[in-house]
Protein backbone atom coordinates (compact mmCIF):
# COMPACT_ATOMS: atom_id res chain seq x y z
CA UNK A 1 0.00 0.00 0.00
CA UNK A 2 1.29 3.36 -0.71
CA UNK A 3 1.01 4.70 2.91
CA UNK A 4 3.55 1.61 3.73
CA UNK A 5 6.34 3.67 1.85
CA UNK A 6 8.58 5.54 5.10
CA UNK A 7 5.51 6.03 6.72
CA UNK A 8 3.84 3.22 8.34
CA UNK A 9 1.04 4.37 10.78
CA UNK A 10 2.65 4.12 13.99
CA UNK A 11 4.54 7.10 12.51
CA UNK A 12 1.52 8.79 10.97
CA UNK A 13 0.07 10.56 13.56
CA UNK A 14 3.19 13.09 14.06
CA UNK A 15 2.84 13.81 10.60
CA UNK A 16 -0.32 14.78 11.37
CA UNK A 17 0.87 17.55 13.95
CA UNK A 18 0.19 20.50 11.72
CA UNK A 19 2.31 21.29 8.16
CA UNK A 20 3.99 24.09 9.63
CA UNK A 21 5.07 21.84 12.19
CA UNK A 22 6.16 19.01 9.72
CA UNK A 23 8.08 20.97 7.77
CA UNK A 24 10.20 22.36 10.74
CA UNK A 25 10.52 18.91 11.93
CA UNK A 26 11.09 17.09 8.49
CA UNK A 27 9.32 13.68 8.08
CA UNK A 28 8.57 11.27 10.79
CA UNK A 29 9.44 7.69 9.25
CA UNK A 30 9.39 4.23 11.24
CA UNK A 31 12.93 4.92 12.31
CA UNK A 32 13.28 8.62 13.17
CA UNK A 33 15.86 10.66 10.88
CA UNK A 34 17.74 12.86 13.36
CA UNK A 35 18.62 16.27 12.19
CA UNK A 36 22.55 16.79 12.75
CA UNK A 37 23.63 19.53 14.99
CA UNK A 38 26.93 21.00 15.61
CA UNK A 39 29.86 19.02 17.49
CA UNK A 40 28.80 21.61 20.86
CA UNK A 41 25.51 19.22 21.08
CA UNK A 42 27.39 16.33 21.10
CA UNK A 43 25.93 14.49 24.15
CA UNK A 44 22.35 15.40 23.06
CA UNK A 45 22.87 14.21 19.71
CA UNK A 46 24.00 10.47 21.00
CA UNK A 47 21.57 10.60 22.97
CA UNK A 48 18.87 11.16 20.12
CA UNK A 49 20.49 9.32 18.50
CA UNK A 50 20.49 5.99 20.68
CA UNK A 51 16.63 6.48 20.77
CA UNK A 52 15.80 6.66 17.31
CA UNK A 53 17.31 2.81 17.00
CA UNK A 54 14.72 1.72 19.55
CA UNK A 55 11.37 0.81 18.22
CA UNK A 56 8.32 2.25 18.60
CA UNK A 57 5.91 0.82 21.58
CA UNK A 58 8.63 -0.76 23.52
CA UNK A 59 7.75 -0.47 27.49
CA UNK A 60 10.36 1.87 28.71
CA UNK A 61 9.20 4.82 26.79
CA UNK A 62 5.50 3.75 27.64
CA UNK A 63 6.25 4.11 30.73
CA UNK A 64 4.95 7.07 32.95
CA UNK A 65 3.21 7.93 29.67
CA UNK A 66 -0.45 9.43 29.88
CA UNK A 67 -1.95 7.18 27.10
CA UNK A 68 -5.79 6.87 26.93
CA UNK A 69 -6.24 3.54 27.40
CA UNK A 70 -2.70 2.33 26.35
CA UNK A 71 -3.37 1.34 22.72
CA UNK A 72 -0.45 0.94 21.10
CA UNK A 73 -1.03 3.28 18.29
CA UNK A 74 -1.56 5.98 21.06
CA UNK A 75 1.65 5.00 22.95
CA UNK A 76 3.50 5.16 19.54
CA UNK A 77 2.01 8.45 19.42
CA UNK A 78 3.26 9.41 22.80
CA UNK A 79 6.26 7.97 21.94
CA UNK A 80 7.33 9.92 18.51
CA UNK A 81 5.84 13.05 20.30
CA UNK A 82 8.64 12.43 23.22
CA UNK A 83 11.38 12.13 20.26
CA UNK A 84 10.63 15.11 18.82
CA UNK A 85 10.87 17.24 21.89
CA UNK A 86 14.48 15.65 22.60
CA UNK A 87 15.39 16.27 19.05
CA UNK A 88 18.19 19.92 19.37
CA UNK A 89 16.39 22.16 16.48
CA UNK A 90 16.96 25.73 16.50
CA UNK A 91 17.87 28.50 13.44
CA UNK A 92 21.51 28.09 13.61
CA UNK A 93 21.23 23.97 12.98
CA UNK A 94 18.70 24.15 10.63
CA UNK A 95 20.69 26.12 8.54
CA UNK A 96 24.07 24.82 9.59
CA UNK A 97 22.37 21.29 8.36
CA UNK A 98 21.72 22.61 4.97
CA UNK A 99 25.28 22.93 4.04
CA UNK A 100 27.27 19.74 5.82
CA UNK A 101 26.44 16.09 6.99
CA UNK A 102 28.50 15.31 9.93
CA UNK A 103 29.77 11.40 11.19
CA UNK A 104 28.39 10.40 13.73
CA UNK A 105 31.27 8.86 14.81
CA UNK A 106 32.10 12.42 15.80
CA UNK A 107 30.03 12.33 18.70
CA UNK A 108 30.54 8.86 19.81
CA UNK A 109 27.90 6.90 17.22
CA UNK A 110 28.67 4.64 14.54
CA UNK A 111 25.76 5.52 12.28
CA UNK A 112 26.44 8.73 9.28
CA UNK A 113 23.26 10.09 9.29
CA UNK A 114 21.84 13.26 6.76
CA UNK A 115 22.13 16.00 7.36
CA UNK A 116 18.17 17.36 6.59
CA UNK A 117 15.84 14.59 5.69
CA UNK A 118 15.86 13.39 1.90
CA UNK A 119 12.11 13.99 1.56
CA UNK A 120 8.50 14.69 3.24
CA UNK A 121 5.35 13.60 2.77
CA UNK A 122 2.45 16.09 2.06
CA UNK A 123 -0.26 13.90 4.00
CA UNK A 124 -4.08 15.25 4.27
CA UNK A 125 -3.98 17.24 1.15
CA UNK A 126 -5.21 15.57 -1.46
CA UNK A 127 -5.74 12.54 0.09
CA UNK A 128 -8.18 12.98 3.49
CA UNK A 129 -8.38 10.61 6.61
CA UNK A 130 -10.43 11.43 9.27
CA UNK A 131 -8.19 11.24 12.27
CA UNK A 132 -5.96 14.58 10.12
CA UNK A 133 -8.88 16.60 11.01
CA UNK A 134 -9.65 15.17 14.51
CA UNK A 135 -8.86 18.18 16.52
CA UNK A 136 -8.89 18.03 20.01
CA UNK A 137 -10.96 15.07 20.35
CA UNK A 138 -8.70 12.84 18.32
CA UNK A 139 -7.78 9.39 19.80
CA UNK A 140 -6.13 7.52 17.15
CA UNK A 141 -4.41 6.88 14.38
CA UNK A 142 -6.51 5.33 11.87
CA UNK A 143 -9.88 5.41 13.48
CA UNK A 144 -11.02 2.41 15.42
CA UNK A 145 -14.32 0.57 15.21
CA UNK A 146 -16.95 2.21 12.41
CA UNK A 147 -16.62 5.67 14.56
CA UNK A 148 -14.86 8.01 12.52
CA UNK A 149 -13.25 11.42 14.14
CA UNK A 150 -13.49 14.04 11.36
CA UNK A 151 -14.85 16.78 12.69
CA UNK A 152 -14.29 19.48 9.61
CA UNK A 153 -12.48 20.23 6.88
CA UNK A 154 -10.70 23.58 7.29
CA UNK A 155 -11.52 26.51 6.10
CA UNK A 156 -15.20 26.33 5.65
CA UNK A 157 -16.14 22.90 7.12
CA UNK A 158 -16.19 23.15 10.60
CA UNK A 159 -18.50 22.14 13.92
CA UNK A 160 -18.80 18.21 13.41
CA UNK A 161 -18.43 17.28 16.75
CA UNK A 162 -20.94 15.61 17.53
CA UNK A 163 -21.42 13.68 13.33
CA UNK A 164 -17.74 12.79 12.90
CA UNK A 165 -17.28 11.83 9.23
CA UNK A 166 -15.57 8.54 8.65
CA UNK A 167 -13.80 8.81 5.45
CA UNK A 168 -13.37 11.17 2.19
CA UNK A 169 -16.02 9.45 0.06
CA UNK A 170 -18.75 9.32 2.65
CA UNK A 171 -17.83 13.28 3.20
CA UNK A 172 -18.13 14.19 0.02
CA UNK A 173 -21.31 12.23 -0.31
CA UNK A 174 -22.66 13.76 2.48
CA UNK A 175 -21.84 16.80 1.44
CA UNK A 176 -24.03 16.27 -1.83
CA UNK A 177 -26.69 14.99 -0.04
CA UNK A 178 -27.36 17.54 2.67
CA UNK A 179 -25.58 20.83 0.91
CA UNK A 180 -25.64 19.87 -2.94
CA UNK A 181 -22.24 19.61 -5.51
CA UNK A 182 -21.51 23.16 -5.45
CA UNK A 183 -21.04 23.73 -1.95
CA UNK A 184 -19.29 20.83 -1.88
CA UNK A 185 -16.86 21.78 -4.32
CA UNK A 186 -16.33 25.08 -2.69
CA UNK A 187 -15.27 23.19 0.82
CA UNK A 188 -13.13 20.74 -1.05
CA UNK A 189 -11.25 23.99 -3.50
CA UNK A 190 -10.78 25.85 -0.29
CA UNK A 191 -8.99 23.28 2.03
CA UNK A 192 -6.69 22.46 -1.28
CA UNK A 193 -6.00 25.68 -1.53
CA UNK A 194 -5.61 26.51 1.79
CA UNK A 195 -3.26 23.45 2.90
CA UNK A 196 -0.73 23.54 0.95
CA UNK A 197 0.52 26.81 -1.09
CA UNK A 198 3.43 28.00 -2.95
CA UNK A 199 4.82 29.66 0.19
CA UNK A 200 4.76 25.67 1.53
CA UNK A 201 7.12 24.44 -1.48
CA UNK A 202 9.94 27.31 -1.24
CA UNK A 203 9.91 26.55 2.98
CA UNK A 204 10.69 22.97 2.01
CA UNK A 205 13.18 23.37 -0.45
CA UNK A 206 14.95 26.29 1.36
CA UNK A 207 15.18 23.37 4.39
CA UNK A 208 17.32 21.59 1.60
CA UNK A 209 14.47 18.80 1.20
CA UNK A 210 14.39 17.47 -2.30
CA UNK A 211 11.84 15.06 -2.63
CA UNK A 212 8.23 15.69 -1.61
CA UNK A 213 5.68 12.85 -2.02
CA UNK A 214 2.06 13.95 -2.61
CA UNK A 215 -0.79 11.26 -2.07
CA UNK A 216 -3.49 11.09 -4.75
CA UNK A 217 -7.58 9.91 -5.17
CA UNK A 218 -8.14 7.10 -7.67
CA UNK A 219 -10.75 10.05 -9.07
CA UNK A 220 -7.58 12.02 -10.30
CA UNK A 221 -7.97 9.50 -13.09
CA UNK A 222 -11.60 9.40 -12.80
CA UNK A 223 -12.05 9.69 -16.68
CA UNK A 224 -9.94 6.14 -16.66
CA UNK A 225 -13.51 4.17 -15.70
CA UNK A 226 -15.55 5.64 -18.80
CA UNK A 227 -15.83 2.27 -19.96
CA UNK A 228 -18.18 1.85 -16.62
CA UNK A 229 -20.22 4.94 -17.84
CA UNK A 230 -18.89 7.30 -20.29
CA UNK A 231 -21.69 10.22 -19.20
CA UNK A 232 -20.51 10.13 -15.46
CA UNK A 233 -16.32 8.84 -15.56
CA UNK A 234 -15.95 11.82 -18.16
CA UNK A 235 -12.87 14.09 -18.70
CA UNK A 236 -13.73 17.57 -16.99
CA UNK A 237 -15.77 15.78 -14.32
CA UNK A 238 -16.04 17.54 -11.06
CA UNK A 239 -17.56 14.87 -8.89
CA UNK A 240 -17.91 11.58 -9.26
CA UNK A 241 -19.20 8.41 -7.54
CA UNK A 242 -17.74 5.68 -6.14
CA UNK A 243 -17.99 2.63 -8.94
CA UNK A 244 -19.54 0.38 -6.17
CA UNK A 245 -20.69 2.37 -3.52
CA UNK A 246 -22.35 5.02 -5.75
CA UNK A 247 -25.27 5.73 -3.42
CA UNK A 248 -22.96 6.29 -0.13
CA UNK A 249 -19.58 7.52 -1.53
CA UNK A 250 -18.20 10.33 -3.77
CA UNK A 251 -14.90 12.11 -4.80
CA UNK A 252 -14.21 15.44 -5.46
CA UNK A 253 -11.83 15.03 -8.29
CA UNK A 254 -8.42 16.62 -8.97
CA UNK A 255 -7.90 18.73 -11.97
CA UNK A 256 -4.94 17.14 -14.06
CA UNK A 257 -3.71 20.52 -15.37
CA UNK A 258 -3.89 21.97 -12.09
CA UNK A 259 -1.03 18.83 -10.88
CA UNK A 260 1.03 19.74 -14.08
CA UNK A 261 0.94 22.92 -12.64
CA UNK A 262 2.48 21.85 -9.14
CA UNK A 263 4.94 19.83 -10.99
CA UNK A 264 6.30 23.00 -12.50
CA UNK A 265 6.17 24.90 -9.77
CA UNK A 266 8.02 22.07 -7.81
CA UNK A 267 10.76 22.12 -10.59
CA UNK A 268 11.20 25.89 -9.85
CA UNK A 269 12.29 25.37 -6.31
CA UNK A 270 14.42 22.07 -7.36
CA UNK A 271 12.07 19.74 -5.93
CA UNK A 272 11.19 16.10 -7.59
CA UNK A 273 7.23 14.67 -6.80
CA UNK A 274 6.63 11.34 -6.13
CA UNK A 275 2.78 10.83 -7.03
CA UNK A 276 1.29 8.21 -4.71
CA UNK A 277 -2.04 6.86 -5.89
CA UNK A 278 -3.49 6.01 -2.19
CA UNK A 279 -6.15 4.52 -2.64
CA UNK A 280 -8.48 2.80 -5.54
CA UNK A 281 -11.95 2.48 -6.39
CA UNK A 282 -14.39 0.86 -3.89
CA UNK A 283 -11.03 0.69 -1.40
CA UNK A 284 -8.40 -1.79 -1.76
CA UNK A 285 -7.49 -1.98 1.82
CA UNK A 286 -9.19 -1.47 5.00
CA UNK A 287 -8.87 1.57 6.70
CA UNK A 288 -9.61 5.29 6.79
CA UNK A 289 -7.05 5.98 4.04
CA UNK A 290 -9.27 4.06 1.49
CA UNK A 291 -12.17 6.14 0.70
CA UNK A 292 -14.74 4.17 2.00
CA UNK A 293 -14.27 3.45 5.21
CA UNK A 294 -15.90 1.67 7.20
CA UNK A 295 -17.21 0.22 4.24
CA UNK A 296 -15.58 -3.18 2.95
CA UNK A 297 -12.82 -2.88 0.49
CA UNK A 298 -14.13 -4.27 -2.95
CA UNK A 299 -11.26 -3.30 -5.21
CA UNK A 300 -10.19 -6.89 -5.62
CA UNK A 301 -12.50 -9.74 -6.23
CA UNK A 302 -12.58 -12.90 -3.61
Known amino acids: RG ?13 ALGRRSLLAAGTL ?58 RPINASTVAESAAA ?24 WLVLEDWFFSGAQGRHVASQGTTGQGVGLPPLLKGLEDTP ?35 DLEKISSLGIRSVRVPLPW ?7 SPIDAAVYKAGAKIVPDPVYG ?20 AQHNLKIVLDLHFMPAGSSDGTYNGIWPLKPKFWTD
Open 29 to 86: RSTLVVPQVSVVAAATMAAAAKLATTPLVSDDECQGLLVQDRRQSDCAFAALQRRVAL
Open 247 to 266: DKASFVTVDREWLAGLLREA
Open 101 to 124: EVSMAEVGAPARIAAVPPGVNLGG
Open 3 to 15: HEIGCPCSARRGM
Open 219 to 225: ATFADAL
Open 165 to 199: WQSEGLLTKWLQDTRGDEEALKVFSAHREAYITGD
